[in-house]
């Protein structure tokens, strides 16, 4: 039977970075479900994967969920395996949350991906009239993807972005696709943009919204020295970055920066709507937050980190500060704008239609 909440993760070596990122992990139902498919159970046991980081990440999301138990898991096993894969997360030094974050969706899909080795593609260089044509360019990296990305983690968390490149010399535009796993923001770099507009003169705070972030992710920026190769010549261009296709679950990494950048506060809704954002399935741009990893102290790498996350089952909020596990109840600013929200994680919603 599903459990009201997780159990708490024991702090057995500075190790709050990465009790409070699992418990978001592990608040993703459709990967806890995953991880209990007999298939997926076979490859847990089996001698293959004994070297890998795959079957002790998801034992501990199992085990997380185990309604016979209610006390506190001693994460030693994933952490042990985890400074074997990666030197960067031995000892007891402390960490950043957005590292771990990171080495885990690229080690997970690694591990689990399972590419289609008959039709499998070369992801070779593109003409230039492909690269100008959208269309094209699309074309040819979805071909790539679906016959080289199909693990459980690319189908949650990874999205599509396109960049593009104007010279300013012959106007032309290139294009190019990538996918992306999880968006960071500069909140300091949000905050400066904002400041040069008249209205915020007057009214000065150093708060931005989310939605100031999405937006400034799409403003062009200069490229000087950019070599052209439509008209064979250096010159100046405009670059910038847009979402194309968003994935099931957005993770958000806010980048406070240190120092006086660190005073920049973030303010976020529990429902989101992209809509305005976003190239392809706009019906489907709607989300709604169910983790939250907030962090205390002066960077990343030092300071304490707890996760804040909403039952896939009972639909209420809880805290989960390494061991400590406390009821929260319902979204509230005053609550989840305690400490510096630093990683948010959303899951698409049906919100705007109910």
């Known amino acids: 039977q599903p459990r009201e909440h997780l159990r708490g993760l024991v702090n057995i070596a500075s190790t709050c970075y990465m009790n409070s990122t699992i418990q978001c992990f592990a608040h993703v139902k459709e990967l806890f479900v995953y991880f209990l498919k007999p298939k997926i159970q076979q490859l847990i046991y089996s001698q293959e994967y004994d070297q890998k980081l795959f079957p002790v990440f998801a034992e501990l999301i199992i085990y997380l969920w185990d309604s016979n138990d209610t006390s506190p898991i001693y994460p030693n096993i994933f952490k042990d395996k985890l400074g074997q894969i990666n030197p960067l997360f031995q000892g007891a030094m402390p960490n950043d949350a957005k590292d771990l974050l990171t080495f885990l969706l690229m080690q997970l899909h690694e591990e689990l991906n399972n590419p289609d080795n008959n039709n499998r593609k070369q992801n070779v260089m593109v003409n230039q009239e492909i690269q100008q044509s959208k269309k094209a360019m699309l074309k040819h990296f979805a071909s790539f993807f679906r016959h ?99 994935p099931n679950i957005l993770i958000i990494i806010l980048n406070r920066g240190v120092g006086l950048q660190y005073k920049v506060n973030i303010d976020f809704e529990e429902n989101l709507d992209l809509r305005n954002y976003v190239e392809y399935f706009k019906e489907s741009s709607f989300y709604e937050l169910f983790g939250v990893v907030t962090h205390y102290g002066e960077s990343g790498a030092s300071g304490h980190f707890m996760a804040r996350c909403k039952s896939p089952f009972e639909e209420c909020w809880f805290l989960y500060n390494d061991a400590i596990v406390s009821k929260i109840g319902y979204f509230t600013k005053e609550e989840f704008f305690r400490g510096n929200p630093y990683i948010l994680f959303y899951k698409k919603t049906k919100f705007a239609n109910q």
């Open 148 to 246: 080289n990305y199909r693990s459980i983690i690319s189908e949650l968390f990874y999205g599509l972005t396109y960049n593009q490149t104007i010279c300013q010399s012959c106007n032309v535009s290139l294009y190019n696709y990538q996918t992306f796993n999880f968006l960071i923001f500069p909140l300091s770099e949000v905050l400066k943009h904002k400041m040069q507009s008249v209205n915020f003169q007057s009214n000065f705070n150093n708060t931005v919204t989310l939605e100031e972030c999405f937006q400034y992710n799409q403003i062009f920026t200069n490229l000087t020295n950019y070599y052209c190769n439509n008209c064979k010549r250096t010159s100046v261009a405009k670059y910038a970055n847009f979402l194309s296709a968003l």
